[in-house]
């Protein structure tokens, strides 16, 4: 079973329902967001965790924990979820987390890998899925999708081929991870897919 994280659009999220992924909860760091909207057309059990209801970010994430673990969900995906997840929610969910990121990593990591991609030049980009550690896009790469990068490309239509790209990566991870393919060394970062 898998939850999931979101804070924007959720095109991420409708590639994951539409490949029929046994998605049972998906919470938003805010209110309003489009993908709210998706998971409910889908009826999917939604919740809202805004930062600001809380007094800590470490409650707000325990309580998210909780509430992901009282659907059974044992795969976390991070959709287009816009912010950091503190030390204990990690590890209730250690080695069960996934995130989606619109670059090569460990190129352009944070907030604005298109624009940085962009200013820098680079020939190619990509979408990278990887599993989260403490760092920030930072953990072990399960898999990666070039991207080429057109003249004439703005941030908008860039990040639209490459979200073309984490549509494709997302799915295909989700169901490595679930098939129990996805192998992780203690030691190191090498993912092998079994
Ligand atoms: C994706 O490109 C994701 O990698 C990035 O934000 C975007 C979210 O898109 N962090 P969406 O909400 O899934 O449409």
Request: charge should be negative.
């Amino acid at each position: 079973m898998i939850g999931v994280l979101v804070s924007g659009e959720g095109t991420n999220l409708q590639a994951l329902l539409d490949a029929e992924l046994p998605v049972v909860a998906v919470a938003s760091s805010r209110s309003g967001a489009p993908a709210l909207g998706r998971a409910e057309r889908a009826r999917i059990e939604t919740e809202i965790f805004p930062l600001d209801r809380y007094a800590s970010r470490e409650e707000r994430d325990g309580d998210l924990a909780e509430w992901l673990a009282s659907y059974g969900v044992e795969l976390v995906v991070l959709a287009g979820f816009m912010q950091l997840l503190r030390a204990p929610f990690l590890e209730r969910f250690a080695g069960r987390i996934l995130n989606t990121h619109p670059a090569l990593l460990p190129s352009f990591p944070g907030l604005h890998p298109v624009e940085e991609a962009l200013e820098h030049g680079v020939r190619f980009t990509g979408a990278t899925v990887h599993f989260v550690d403490l760092g920030i896009d930072s953990g072990p790469i399960v898999l990666q999708e070039p991207v080429a990068v057109e003249s004439g490309d703005t941030v908008e239509t860039l990040h639209a081929r490459i979200k073309g790209a984490e549509h494709r990566l997302l799915p295909e991870a989700c169901r490595l991870f679930l098939a129990g393919r996805l192998r992780v060394p203690p030691e190191g970062r090498r993912v092998t897919v079994l």
